[in-house]
């Protein structure tokens, strides 16, 4: 897929492809990569979500709000916010890290989201940036409550889909890849009911799942 795709999804336009280039670049495919920027986006994503939480919650107090922020920009998190975006699809790998299922690691995705972040501030300046989170995390920060508990993929899919009275998802073995030692498993997520299948991988098939389901829920969010 083309970068601009991304753009589209972002509704945001960079000025300097360059720098939208190299947030796009992990380590394994060339230096420059895109190290620095996720420096910068991991700043600026835990001030716009802290001041958005602080707007949302008037009466809570930090320790909460920690909690609440902590919740939002975490790995699972960014990587549910990555999916969402196909960010994958556009990175720029080193053939290994291809070849191993890097386009969907929760790690590099996740990076790559940061860096993506710290690109925009960059180039639009924090308000516009600001704004770009805000959207992207709406969703999220709506559902928020406070006091609630920190839950896995597959957990959250599976309330998801019994909230809308349907059945549970199909977690399916769709291969494994590699040498015993550093063995990559692909699994399904299989939603008959409404026509879904995403794939995840992983070191283990618990990961692989999880991955699977991480995907699935994006695709449920965009719907």
């Known amino acids: 897929?083309?970068?601009s795709r991304?753009?589209?999804?972002?509704?945001?336009t960079f000025r300097d492809q360059a720098l939208f280039e190299l947030a796009l670049t992990h380590r394994s495919f060339t230096s420059p990569h895109n190290e620095r920027l996720e420096f910068l986006g991991d700043a600026i994503l835990n001030a716009v979500i802290a001041r958005s939480l602080f707007e949302r919650f008037p009466m809570l107090p930090e320790g909460d709000l920690s909690r609440l922020r902590a919740n939002l920009v975490r790995q699972d998190s960014?990587?549910?916010q990555a999916l969402a975006l196909s960010l994958g699809d556009y990175l720029r790998l080193g053939e290994g890290e291809q070849k191993s299922g890097g386009q969907q690691r929760p790690s590099i995705l996740a990076d790559a989201?940061?860096?993506?972040?710290?690109?925009?501030?960059?180039?639009a300046g924090f308000d516009a940036a600001s704004e770009i989170i805000v959207g992207l995390y709406d969703k999220e920060l709506s559902r928020m409550t406070p006091g609630q508990e920190i839950k896995d993929a597959k957990t959250r899919l599976q309330e998801y889909l019994q909230g809308i009275r349907l059945a549970l998802p199909?977690?399916?073995?769709a291969?494994?890849?590699g040498e015993?030692?550093?063995q990559q498993f692909r699994v399904a997520c299989v939603i008959d009911s409404l026509k879904i299948r995403t794939e995840g991988r992983g070191g283990s098939r618990r990961a692989a799942e999880q991955v699977a389901a991480e995907r699935a829920l994006a695709t449920l969010y965009k719907q």
């Open 175 to 177: 291969g494994t890849e």
């Open 1 to 3: 897929m083309t970068a």
């Open 180 to 182: 015993a030692h550093v």
């Open 113 to 123: 989201l940061e860096a993506l972040l710290g690109a925009l501030w960059l180039d």
């Open 78 to 80: 960014l990587h549910q």
């Open 170 to 173: 199909q977690y399916v073995l």
């Open 6 to 12: 991304l753009e589209q999804a972002l509704s945001y």
